[in-house]
């Protein structure tokens, strides 16, 4: 069994920041590539950003390029989000996921239950 949580989530203004983890546990994180996603309202689950098994190769969608970073411990099971310069559309449900490397959500095999982001303007 492994299981995902995610925490850090919250409300802040345009151009503010959050961290958010996801911590794992069951067994090793380390054989898995871990990425973000998020849902917003009336949208599909938008892929956000993923990091490697190994720990160093990254991607990024176009939308928070510059702005999120993608990074992971794997000695406490545990990934992160930072992300800076928060904008109104970036409010969504963010949601920790462990698989393959890519970008689509069918090649994830492992989801927490998300945590809730809100951007005010």
């Known amino acids: 069994q492994l299981q995902l949580v995610e925490s850090g989530g919250g409300l802040v203004q345009a151009g503010g920041s959050l961290r958010l983890s996801c911590a794992a546990s069951g067994r090793t994180f380390s054989n898995y590539a871990a990425s973000w996603f998020r849902q917003a309202p009336g949208k599909e689950r938008e892929f956000v950003a993923v990091i490697i098994w190994r720990g160093t190769n990254t991607s990024y969608a176009e939308s928070v390029k510059g702005r999120f970073t993608i990074s992971r411990d794997d000695a406490k099971n545990t990934v992160y989000l930072q992300m800076n310069n928060l904008k109104p559309e970036d409010t969504a449900i963010y949601s920790c996921?462990?698989?393959?490397?890519?970008?689509?959500?069918?090649?994830?095999?492992?989801w927490g239950q998300g945590t809730q982001v809100t951007v005010s303007s």
């Open positions: 996921a462990l698989g393959g490397y890519g970008r689509s959500v069918n090649v994830y095999h492992y």
